[in-house]
C-alpha cells in the first residue's frame, strides 16, 4: 500500500469522516490491511479497525492528529477540502444541492477559513430555493462550485476511491457472511 500514514493523511481522513462522506463500512478493511502489512501498525489504526460508531472514529483519528510531535498542519486547503467532500455526496446523490449549500455555508460559517465564505453558500442556496429548485439553475450552481473547488474535488477523489474500493469488498463480505 504506497499510503503515508502521518498527521496530514489522518487530517483529511478527519475531514472525511467528519463530512460523513465514508464511515466504518470505508475504513474498516483499509484498517485490516495496514496492520497485515506493517509489522508494528500505528496504534490509531488498530483502534480505527475495530470502531463503527462514527463520533468514536472522529475522535481516534483526531486524538492521533493532536498528539505529539504536534504539527501545524490545519492549512486553509483542508477546510476547503471538507466543501469537496460534501460536494462528492451530493454527486453521489446522498443529499439534494440544497442540503450541499447549507452544510456547505454552515461549515464556512463556523470555519472561517473556507475561501468561499457562508454568504456565497447562502446566497446561492437563497438563489435555488427562490426559483423553487430550478434544475438549469442548480446544474449552473453545481458547475460555479466545480470550477472554484476543482483542486480539492480531485484530491479528496483520489483518497475517496481508495475507501471506495475497500467499501465494495466490505458489502461483498458482509453479503457473503450472512447467506
Known sequence: MDIKLD??????????????????????????????EYTKPPYWIIELATVRFQPTAIEIVKNY????PFVDFYRSELFDQYIACLYLRYDRR??????FLSLSGDYADGSQEVKKDCDYFY??????????????????????????????????EGFYKIFKDYFKQFIIKEKSTSS
Not at 492528529?65 to 505529539?68: N, P, R
Not at 446522498?94 to 442540503?99: L, Y
Not at 442556496?125 to 442548480?138: C, G, I, P, S, V
Request: contains cysteine.
Open 7 to 36: 498527521k496530514e493523511f489522518a487530517c483529511k481522513l478527519s475531514i472525511m469522516l467528519e463530512s460523513r462522506l465514508i464511515w466504518y463500512k470505508h475504513f474498516q478493511l483499509f484498517c485490516d490491511d495496514i496492520i497485515l
Open 123 to 156: 446566497e446561492l442556496l437563497n438563489e435555488y430555493k427562490n426559483h423553487e429548485f430550478d434544475e438549469k439553475l442548480e446544474h449552473n450552481q453545481k458547475e460555479e462550485i466545480k470550477i472554484n473547488f476543482i483542486e480539492e474535488i480531485k484530491e479528496i
Open 65 to 68: 492528529m493532536y498528539s505529539e
Open 94 to 99: 446522498e443529499i439534494s444541492w440544497a442540503s
